[in-house]
């Protein structure tokens, strides 16, 4: 098989295992949407690791689209409501998780480099969630909070938990096995 044909049958393959991880291992925040998931976001991230941010990005907004069209329901928006939803909260967001890899190269330790990509990762992922928590869904804030503060609230309550799933995830992953070579081999332990 050649490596492109490798490439892609890898990137299905952690794409579905995101989208498995999303919806079996997950405990709903609130009513509009946001979960706390166990590991989900880790294929993503590795996506990028092992094959640039540039690809991670593509596969995680792959996978955002398949995770809007599983789940997303435009809870009775305007279309701008359901655009700005499906481009921020989903297509953005999720492809921020190929910032998994921004570190490759840059820190030599696989294990500082991998983990600090995947927190960097869920930060941007959290902050997409947050910008259009106040510029999308704002509008239907009517429970006394600001829409700055509701969104922040709203959605530090599943993102907080799935960094620290996340972080956890890829400390131990990075640990454990070599995650850069062509194949995932189990490091040797000394």
């Given at each position: 098989m050649n490596e492109k044909?490798?490439?892609?049958?890898?990137?299905?393959?952690m794409i579905a295992l995101a989208?498995?991880?999303?919806?079996?291992f997950r405990i709903k925040v609130g009513a509009a949407g946001g979960s706390i998931t166990l590991?989900?976001?880790?294929?993503?991230?590795?996506?990028?690791?092992?094959h640039g941010v540039r690809w991670g990005v593509?596969?995680?907004?792959?996978?955002g689209l398949l995770d809007m069209m599983t789940g997303f329901t435009g809870a009775g928006g305007s279309a701008w409501v359901?655009?700005?939803?499906?481009?921020?909260?989903?297509?953005?967001?999720?492809?921020?998780?190929?910032?998994?890899?921004?570190?490759?190269?840059?820190?030599?330790?696989?294990?500082i480099g991998y983990t600090a990509g995947s927190?960097?990762?869920?930060?941007?992922?959290?902050?997409?969630?947050?910008?259009?928590?106040?510029?999308?869904w704002g509008s239907l804030v009517s429970d006394g909070f600001g829409a700055i503060a509701y969104s922040f609230t709203y959605n530090i309550a599943y993102m907080g938990?799935?960094?620290?799933?996340?972080?956890?995830?890829?400390?131990?992953?990075?640990?454990v096995f070599s995650l850069a070579s062509a194949s995932i081999t189990r490091k040797k332990m000394a």
């Open positions: 044909t490798k490439k892609l049958v890898e990137s299905a393959l989208l498995i991880l999303n919806n079996v590991f989900s976001m880790l294929p993503l991230t590795l996506l990028g690791y092992r593509l596969c995680g907004a792959a996978y359901v655009i700005g939803a499906a481009v921020i909260d989903y297509l953005l967001a999720y492809g921020a998780m190929g910032l998994g890899g921004v570190f490759r190269h840059s820190i030599k330790s696989q294990t927190a960097l990762a869920v930060l941007v992922r959290f902050a997409c969630h947050f910008v259009s928590g106040f510029l999308v938990p799935e960094m620290v799933t996340t972080i956890l995830g890829a400390l131990v992953l990075s640990k």
